[in-house]
């Protein structure tokens, strides 16, 4: 069993499982070149670069080994081969309940209106609920749930919603003032439920030691500073390339709850409008977020609800 890196990923921003932020490129003053030394003794310097070279490879091919040489796990919900960092879903689940409290912590801790936590409580396992009777009849099965839990934070400063790996779900007081309807709340709840049976979380685990075996491969072969600081950043952008897919997936994950429940899966592009509105413009640029802005998330929301409700969204389904 490989070692589960901590810290855990850290939830900033709307949506779960943003990633941490690795510091890069203070200049440190020192600008060497890439490749040796200039003016240096001359004799050893080729064999000094094809050491490097060997030991970069070296370094490059282990991650890759041990990233995709381990054969895949079976996602039980899904169906599909995945590469994990945790096989058993036990595992998963207990990492998330070690993670729970400090998350619980950083936001005020749990909400004391009863009734408003009864209510996320509900909804999400009306979510649940509908889902095993779906997997039932297709012959699948959701091994998380009987680990969910639905929690309302008292934090009423952060317009935010996460999950944690094996069902822990968290809604932020914040976000769920801004919601107008409760479909809105079953779109949030039933996209952090799609982190959890994605298991992004797990996944992301398990890449995070390729990327970081990578970045440390270019590191040694450009043998400075810069070059390292240069790995780490390539390391950076491909992980949160990974982190927007994940936000995307679990928009589908949304719209397909939602409607399984009986919720009018429009409801995820009000959720998208509070979002947009709750950053007040003051979102990052696309690329260099783990998530993507929400006129973009809008369109493949509604490119969604269309590929999965060819004859329109029944007229009965809650708003
Ligand atoms: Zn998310």
């Not at 510091?23 to 003053?29: A, D, L, N, Y």
């Not at 810069?226 to 679990?250: C, F, H, P, T």
């Not at 929400?294 to 269309?306: F, L, V």
Request: with cysteine; glycine share 14%; net charge neutral.
């Amino acid at each position: 069993m490989s070692r589960i890196p901590f810290p855990l990923p850290r939830s900033r921003g709307q949506g779960g499982f943003t990633l941490p932020r690795r510091r890069v490129g203070q200049p440190t003053g020192r600008q060497r070149p890439m490749f040796g030394r200039p003016g240096g003794a001359s004799g050893g310097m080729g064999s000094a670069i094809k050491a490097r070279l060997l030991i970069a490879l070296a370094i490059a091919a282990f991650a890759i080994i041990s990233y995709y040489g381990k054969p895949g796990d079976i996602n039980q919900v899904t169906g599909e081969s995945e590469r994990v960092a945790l096989t058993e879903e036990s595992q998963e689940i207990q990492l998330g309940l070690q993670a729970a409290p400090e998350m619980v912590g950083q936001h005020g801790g749990p909400s004391r209106n009863m009734a408003d936590q009864q209510r996320v409580h509900q909804v999400g396992l009306r979510l649940l609920n509908a889902l095993q009777d779906y997997l039932a009849a297709n012959g699948f099965k959701n091994p998380y749930y009987d680990a969910f839990q639905f929690t309302l934070l008292a934090d009423s400063r952060t317009v935010n919603a996460f999950a944690l790996p094996g069902g822990q779900v968290f809604i932020t007081q914040a976000l769920y003032s801004r919601l107008e309807t409760e479909g809105q709340l079953a779109g949030v709840l039933g996209h952090e439920i799609g982190h959890v049976l994605a298991r992004h979380g797990n996944k992301r685990m398990a890449k995070q030691g390729l990327f970081q075996g990578l970045a440390g491969a270019v590191g040694v072969l450009g043998g400075s500073d810069q070059s390292a600081q240069m790995g780490q950043m390539i390391s950076s952008v491909l992980a949160m390339k990974y982190g927007r897919e994940d936000e995307l997936e679990s928009d589908v994950w949304g719209v397909r709850l939602c409607g399984m429940a009986g919720y009018d899966p429009h409801a995820m592009i009000g959720v998208m409008q509070i979002l947009a509105e709750a950053s007040g413009g003051q979102s990052p640029p696309e690329f260099f977020s783990t998530h993507p802005s929400p006129p973009n998330r809008i369109e493949r929301i509604q490119e969604t609800i269309a590929r999965e409700y060819p004859q329109g969204v029944p007229a009965d389904y809650r708003p």
